[in-house]
């Protein structure tokens, strides 16, 4: 089944890889590397171009699959709590993360941030429930909704970088995010899933006893 807001299909793992195609994996290419990847017949340590750091982040991505809860994408509106949402020991450094109020969104970010010790803050703005994907096609997702919350919030005396993470499949209201408030907006990856590797060394593990999948 499909997983809201998830997309794992659309993770662009090749982008994290080194993409010189060396062959000191063994591999013939980096995609071949990466196809040996998801089959589990190789990990991120065969490549000596993937930084340590990595090697987890890859690991929780790689897995997603069998780590997040499942609901059908293209849901009807289920509405969770908006608002603030603090993950960890949140700092004024700690990201920010935008998305919609459904409740399986808010099920699926929940999984994949439990997977690391690293604080972030997630702000869920008021989409009458829409998944992030059904609130661009309705309109109730908007540059609008996420200033009042941002606003209402009172995130930004809580960060000094002035900076929002907004999921890749709201890229479209990025430069008027941008325009509208001064601050500084990325746009995130698609699929949750690719949120460790998107922070990288940033996705700290839990513990430092190992994490299997
Ligand atoms: S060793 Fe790394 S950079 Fe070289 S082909 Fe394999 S995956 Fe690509």
Known sequence: MLLADAYI????FLKYLPQTDCREC?????QE???DLKLGTKGPEDCPDIPESLYYPFQVSLNADKLLPKFPCLTAPRPGPAGLMEINVTGDDSPVLISGNNVHTQDVI??????TKSP????FADTRGDTVDMAMILGSLTVEVINREVIRSGILERTAHQEIVIPGLAAALCSQLRQSTGWNVTVGPICVAE????FGERWLPPNLKGNTF
């Open 33 to 35: 590397f990466l196809e």
């Open 120 to 123: 972030f803050f997630v702000l």
């Open 110 to 115: 929940t999984s994949i941030l439990g997977t």
């Open 195 to 198: 949120l460790p590797l998107f």
């Open 26 to 30: 063994g591999a013939r290419s980096c």
């Open 9 to 12: 299909d659309r993770i662009d």
